[in-house]
């Protein structure tokens, strides 16, 4: 299998997997909890929109926690490639891309358009969700 198709491979896994179940920084509910007994602030406490859902299974939003990819937190007005602890790729260090609205939604529609060579194989087609993520993106200092 080439480098490529196992990269394909195993984002399509996690991204199945995070669809499904927890993500890590998100404590599953208890059985006792139902709709109406859920705390009013559980509702709340995660600000994430629905269209993160796919960058969580990848993605933490917990400063220095990376996974598969790097962690999110504190991503926007940073420089690509630049986050702790994460092994990029070449390419995408080599980028020179400073990551703003405009820089994330290019990246969103189409990562390896954007930088051949990166890592991440998943794109964001829909408007409105890259919207979502990347005013959510903005929250995470």
């Given at each position: 299998m080439t480098r490529t198709a196992t990269i394909l491979a195993l984002c399509a896994a996690a991204a199945a997997a995070g669809c499904g179940g927890n993500a890590p920084d998100q404590q599953a509910p208890s059985a006792k909890d139902t709709p109406s007994q859920a705390a009013p602030s559980a509702a709340i406490a995660d600000p994430a929109p629905m269209a993160f859902a796919t960058c969580r299974s990848c993605h933490s939003?917990?400063?220095?926690?990376?996974?598969?990819?790097?962690?999110?937190?504190?991503?926007?007005?940073?420089?690509?490639?630049?986050?702790?602890?994460?092994?990029?790729?070449?390419?995408?260090?080599?980028?020179?891309?400073?990551?703003?609205?405009?820089?994330?939604?290019?990246?969103?529609?189409?990562?390896?358009?954007?930088?051949?060579?990166?890592?991440?194989?998943?794109?964001?087609?829909?408007?409105?969700?890259?919207?979502?993520?990347?005013?959510?993106?903005?929250?995470?200092?």
């Open positions: 939003t917990q400063a220095g926690q990376n996974g598969i990819g790097p962690t999110l937190h504190g991503i926007v007005g940073s420089k690509a490639g630049a986050v702790a602890g994460y092994a990029f790729s070449p390419a995408l260090k080599n980028s020179d891309i400073t990551w703003d609205r405009q820089s994330l939604d290019t990246w969103l529609q189409a990562p390896m358009k954007m930088v051949p060579g990166t890592k991440m194989v998943l794109p964001v087609r829909d408007a409105d969700k890259r919207k979502a993520i990347i005013d959510y993106l903005e929250t995470l200092k």
